[in-house]
C-alpha cells in the first residue's frame, strides 16, 4: 500500500459520502463541486500520508492496519465536521466547535497548544498536523484504555474517558466498518513474473 492508491481509495469514499459543491450555509462553506472534489484530494492525501508514516504506530494489526487506521480517522473527520470548508480551513466564527475545537478532527487546545506544540490555527493550517494530533490522541486512548479493549481507545479521542461517549462512538465504528465493507480495501497491482534471461545451446 502506498500514499496514492490509499489516497484514491480514502477521496473514492469521501465524494460518496459527502458529495462536494452541494453546501449552502454558512457563507464560508460554499464552493463548486470541482473546487470541494480538489480540496478533498488534498485531505484524503493527508490522512494517507499520515497513516502510512512508519514512524506512527498504527491504531491496528495485521496486513491492512494502516488503511483501517485512515478509514478511522475518516470516519471521525466525516462524523465532526463532514469535511466542511469552513471547518477545513477555518473561516467564519462557526469554524470552531463550541468555540474551542479546531480542524476537521475537532480537536480541544484549551491551553494554548497540542502536546506537540501546535496552535489551533497551526491544526487549520496544516492538515497533516490536524489528523497527526487526532491520531496521536487515538494512540494515546490506546495506552490508557489497554485493559479495556475493543472501541474504549475511540471512547477515550469522544470524551476523555474509556467508558464514556458510547453513543457517538458506535455511529462513527459503523460508519468506518460500513466503508470497509462495502468498499474493499485497494490492493497494490501485482508485479509482472520477471523474465529470465534465455540461454541457447551451442550448436554440435
Known sequence: MNVDLLAAWLLSIMLSAAPPG??????????????????????????????????????????????KTAALLLAISYHESHWRRHVDLGLGSRALGGGRYWCMMQIAVDRGKTPEGWTGRQLVQSRDKCFRRGLHILQRGQRYCRNRGGTSFINHYASGYCDRGGKAVARRVRTQRRWLRERPLPKPAAKPPRRTARTTKPKR
Open 22 to 67: 452541494r453546501s449552502r450555509h454558512p457563507a464560508e462553506a460554499v464552493e463548486t463541486a470541482a473546487q470541494g472534489k480538489a480540496r478533498y484530494g488534498a485531505i484524503a492525501r493527508a490522512i494517507a500520508t499520515v497513516s502510512l508514516d512508519p514512524k506512527e504506530a498504527s491504531l491496528y494489526g495485521g496486513p491492512d492496519g494502516r488503511a
